[in-house]
Each structure stands twice: as structure tokens, then as C-alpha cells.
T-cell receptor
Framework: GQNIDQPTEMTATEGAIVQINCTYQ??????LFWYQQHAGEAPTFLSY??LDGLEEKGRFSSFLSRSKGYSYLLLKELQMKDSASYLC??????????WGAGTKLIIKP | DGGITQSPKYLFRKEGQNVTLSCEQN?????MYWYRQDPGQGLRLIYY???????QKGDIAEGYSVSREKKESFPLTVTSAQKNPTAFYLC???????????FGSGTRLTVV
């Protein structure tokens, strides 16, 4: 079966750096997405990786290793507004999106 | 501004009733999707449509129905056959099956 694993919850301090990991096992691979979702709201798109390496976008970066079935989202200079769930999703060989359960990130002052 | 509009934001349903959730987009996207989100679980695909007048079942289609008569609209009906309908429902669209999904604000359905 297809599977995406993320930690359920993480805690970090305002101003610090946090890395959220995602491992996946899918039938084929056509890209990996990271989304941010605040409680009770819709997910918003953060990043997309289809080739190995690091994609940087402001305070957020995302890394992909296809051979290891592994990605991480790196958040720098954490702000209180970064408290949210972070969802990892993989587009499989049939171009269907498979979603992880999300990682709830708690930022403390 | 382009976007996806879902309505209503909150919906209460009595057992045995059918309810319809609205989803409208003005992004000119071909593909539209319905997801269900339950606490502690990933998004699960209910139905999707790649083109007008065509739609496909997702992983958890039982107890749901959809239509795609217009490119802009993709309503979801939760029927009385859905045994556990209380959940957060999200509609999304994308340019095709390769772009990222853009989401509506969601409808929270509660059975009373």
C-alpha cells in the first residue's frame, strides 16, 4: 500500500529553526508538496519538489531525496503565526495525491 | 480575485437526510476534487473530476455523489447512506493533474 509518515506533533521556540520530516512509499512518484494548514482553515500551498535537492523560498525550504523516499520542510526564524499543521503530500505514478496526516507545530515564546 | 468558494461554512444534518455542499471556482481550472478530513488523519479523496461531465470515484466514494455540469461548479451530496458523515469537507481545484491544489475554505458538517 501507499504510505506517508510524518511526526504527529513538534514543539519549537520563537526565533529558532525546526525541521519537519516526511517519508513516503508510493507506487511511482511525480512530485512532493508541502502545505500549511491553520486550525479550521484550508491548506495553503508552500512548496513543490520533483527533483532531488533543496528548494528555498524565504524562511521556508524543502528538501527531497527520491532514492530515500524522504523530504523535509525547514522553517527558519520561527514566528508565532507559524503555529499550524504542515501536510506532506506525494503525487503517485497515476498523478493521484497521497496525503500524510500532518504535523502539528507548536511555537512557544 | 480568483479563488474557490465553498458554502456553507457550517452545516448541520439530521440523520437520514441528504445534504449538498457547494463548491465554485473562478480560476479556470479543469480539475476539481472533494476531500474529507478527520482529526488525526490525512486528507482522503472522495471524488474528482478532470473535465466537465466526467468524474471519478476516489478512495471513499461510498455514500457520496457529485456532478460536474459546469467547469466552475462541483457540488457534493452527502447521502443518508454515508454512515459517519461528520467531518471537515474540502473542495480543491488544479490546472491539471500535475499542478498544486488550491483549496476552498471548507465546510464543517455535523450530524445531529
Amino acid at each position: 500500500g501507499q504510505n506517508i509518515d510524518q511526526p504527529t506533533e513538534m514543539t519549537a521556540t520563537e526565533g529558532a529553526i525546526v525541521q519537519i520530516n516526511c517519508t513516503y512509499q508510493t507506487s511511482g512518484f511525480n512530485g512532493l508538496f508541502w502545505y500549511q494548514q491553520h486550525a479550521g482553515e484550508a491548506p495553503t500551498f508552500l512548496s513543490y519538489n520533483v527533483l532531488d535537492g533543496l528548494e528555498e523560498k524565504g524562511r521556508f525550504s524543502s528538501f527531497l531525496s527520491r532514492s530515500k523516499g524522504y523530504s523535509y520542510l525547514l522553517l527558519k526564524e520561527l514566528q508565532m503565526k507559524d503555529s499550524a499543521s504542515y501536510l506532506c503530500a506525494v503525487r503517485d505514478g497515476n498523478y493521484q495525491l497521497i496525503w500524510g496526516a500532518g504535523t502539528k507545530l507548536i511555537i512557544k515564546p | 480575485d480568483g479563488g474557490i468558494t465553498q458554502s456553507p461554512k457550517y452545516l448541520f444534518r439530521k440523520e437520514g437526510q441528504n445534504v449538498t455542499l457547494s463548491c465554485e471556482q473562478n480560476l479556470n481550472h479543469d480539475a476539481m476534487y472533494w476531500y474529507r478530513q478527520d482529526p488525526g488523519q490525512g486528507l482522503r479523496l472522495i471524488y474528482y473530476s478532470q473535465i466537465v461531465n466526467d468524474f471519478q470515484k476516489g478512495d471513499i466514494a461510498e455514500g457520496y455523489s457529485v456532478s460536474r455540469e459546469k467547469k466552475e461548479s462541483f457540488p457534493l451530496t452527502v447521502t443518508s447512506a454515508q454512515k459517519n458523515p461528520t467531518a471537515f469537507y474540502l473542495c480543491a481545484s488544479s490546472i491539471g493533474d500535475r499542478g498544486e491544489d488550491t483549496f476552498g475554505s471548507g465546510t464543517r458538517l455535523t450530524v445531529v
